[in-house]
C-alpha cells in the first residue's frame, strides 16, 4: 500500500486532471457521442475490453457471451483490488485514452465519477428500465436523468464464521444457535468475541478496517452532507464508532490485525487466522478461495446493527470507447437477472436486480464448503433487513481511506488511538 502522502499528492494529481477534463473532453469524444443513443453497431468482427477488479463471476458468462455472438471477441483485464481499478480508471479518464470498453466501477468511488458523468454513455434503455432495486439505480443516475451505470451485485451482509474453531472453544456451532450467540447488535457481536476469546487463542476477527466498513455503513450521513458539507471529523457518530472499533479490537483484544487483501490475511486462512469476519455475499468466494481445503467454514443469519450493505458495483461504457452499441449490450447482458443467478452460484455477487430476488434458483443455492448453507436464502432475508442507504458524496472515498489509514496505523503500532485520530482530522482537511 502506498505510504499517506503519496496516495494524497496522487490524489490531487487525479482531481487536477479531472477538472481539466470536464473542460476539454477526450480525444475520441464527438459532439454526438455522449451517450445520447447515437451509437451505431460495427459490421465486422468486434473486440470488446471488459475492465474488472476482484471477483465478479464472469469468466464462465464470457465465453457464454462469445458463443452466442461469434463477431464478439472479450478481452478479460481483472484487477487485484478496487484500489487498482479505480487508480487506472481515474488517470485514463483524465488523459483522455486507454480505457476498456466496458470499466466496472465500485460503488464507494462512484460519486467521484458521478462528477464527471457526461464522460460515460447513458445506459439508459426501455429493455433496463425497472430492472434494479431503486436505490441501486439511482446512485448511477445524474442531475440530468442519465444512467451511466449498470448494477451487478449488492453487499447484504452475515457473519461468516469457522465452526470447527467454536467447538474447541466450547461454543455452540450450528449456524441457528451461533445466529442467537452474536445476536443483532455490535455490543453482543463483540461480547461473543470476548466469550470466545476467553477459551481460545485464535483472533475473533481480522482487522479493525474490515470491522470499521460495516459499522459505518450503518451510519446513513458520515462523512458528508448531501449539500457538500464535509463532516467526517465533527460527526459525533464517526467519533463514537472509532473508539468502539478500537476498544474492541485493540483494548479488548479481538482483532488479528490483519488488513483485508493483504498477503498475510490471504494467508491466514490457511493458518486458522481468525475465528468470524463480516462477510457481504461476495466475500463467500474469497473466502472459499483462500481458504481451499480448511474445513470448517459457515454461515449465520444474523448481522449487528440488523442489516448492511457492503460493497457492489456498476458497468459503464465510457465515451472513449470506440464500440458502444456493443459495448453497451454487453453490459445489459451480463447484469440482466439470469447472468446475475449464475454469478452468484460461482461466487457469491448478490443480484441487484429486482427479478433475480424472486428467482427460485436463488433461494435454492447452498455452497457446500460453507457446510451446505443456504446462502441464496441468507443473504435474501440480510438483503431485506437492510434500512440505511448511507449517503456517498464525491470525496468518501479518500475520507474513508484516510480513516482505513489511521486504524492500520492502530494496529501495526506506529500510533495511538489519539494520534491517529488526529492525523485523520488532519488528512481530511488536506483534501480541500
Avoid at 451510519?219 to 464508532?241: C, F, H, L, Q, W
Wanted: hydrophobic share 40%.
Amino acid at each position: 500500500m502506498k505510504p499517506r502522502h503519496t496516495r494524497l499528492q496522487a490524489l490531487a494529481a487525479i482531481t487536477v486532471g479531472l477538472l481539466a477534463l470536464s473542460a476539454c473532453g477526450s480525444s475520441s469524444d464527438g459532439e454526438n457521442n455522449a451517450g445520447s443513443g447515437n451509437q451505431t453497431t460495427s459490421a465486422g468482427p468486434v473486440t470488446l475490453k471488459l475492465a474488472t477488479f476482484n471477483q465478479f463471476g464472469y469468466e464462465d458468462l464470457i465465453t457464454e457471451y462469445m458463443a452466442a455472438h461469434p463477431n464478439v471477441k472479450i478481452e478479460h483485464k481483472k484487477a487485484a483490488t478496487s484500489n487498482e481499478a479505480r487508480d487506472n480508471l481515474n488517470t485514463r479518464l483524465a488523459a483522455g485514452s486507454g480505457l476498456s470498453d466496458v470499466e466496472a466501477v465500485e460503488v464507494d468511488w462512484l460519486p467521484e465519477l458521478m462528477q464527471y458523468s457526461d464522460k460515460f454513455v447513458d445506459l439508459k434503455s426501455p429493455d433496463t428500465d425497472g430492472r434494479w432495486l431503486d436505490w441501486k439505480a439511482k446512485a448511477a443516475t445524474d442531475a440530468k436523468g442519465r444512467l451511466i451505470g449498470y448494477g451487478t451485485d449488492v453487499g447484504p451482509e452475515a457473519i461468516c464464521y469457522r465452526a470447527d474453531l467454536f467447538e474447541k472453544a466450547g461454543l455452540p456451532s450450528d449456524r441457528d444457535a451461533v445466529a442467537q450467540l452474536l445476536g443483532n447488535t455490535w455490543e453482543s457481536y463483540f461480547a461473543a468475541g470476548t466469550q470466545f476469546k476467553a477459551k481460545s487463542d485464535v483472533p475473533w476477527f481480522d482487522s479493525l478496517g474490515a470491522t470499521w466498513q460495516g459499522m459505518i455503513n450503518q451510519v446513513e450521513t458520515a462523512y458528508e452532507t448531501p449539500e457538500g458539507e464535509v463532516i467526517a471529523t465533527t460527526n459525533p457518530d464517526v467519533k463514537k464508532t472509532y473508539d468502539a472499533v478500537v476498544k474492541a479490537g485493540i483494548n479488548d483484544g479481538l482483532s488479528a490485525k490483519l488488513q483485508q487483501w493483504s498477503d498475510d490475511w490471504v494467508a491466514s486462512f490457511q493458518d486458522n487466522g481468525f475465528a468470524t469476519m463480516l462477510c457481504p455475499g461476495w466475500m463467500v468466494g474469497v473466502i472459499e478461495g483462500n481458504a481451499k481445503g480448511v474445513k470448517g467454514w459457515d454461515v449465520a443469519n444474523t448481522f449487528p446493527g440488523g442489516g448492511g450493505n457492503w460493497g457492489g458495483s456498476y458497468l459503464t461504457v465510457p465515451n472513449q470507447s470506440q464500440h458502444q452499441a456493443e459495448a453497451k449490450a454487453l453490459a445489459a447482458w451480463l447484469t440482466a437477472p439470469e447472468q446475475q443467478v449464475k454469478a452468484f452460484k460461482k461466487v457469491g455477487a448478490f443480484p441487484s436486480q429486482v427479478a433475480a430476488l424472486d428467482n427460485p434458483e436463488l433461494a435454492a443455492v447452498t455452497v457446500p464448503f460453507f457446510n451446505n448453507a443456504p446462502t441464496g436464502k441468507i443473504f435474501a432475508e440480510r438483503a431485506k433487513a437492510v434500512t440505511v442507504s448511507p449517503f456517498k458524496g464525491p470525496k468518501y472515498f479518500p475520507i474513508n481511506d484516510a480513516m482505513q489509514q489511521a486504524l492500520t496505523r492502530i494496529e501495526d503500532g506506529s500510533s495511538t488511538p489519539q494520534a491517529s485520530w488526529e492525523k485523520f482530522v488532519a488528512d481530511v482537511q488536506a483534501l480541500g
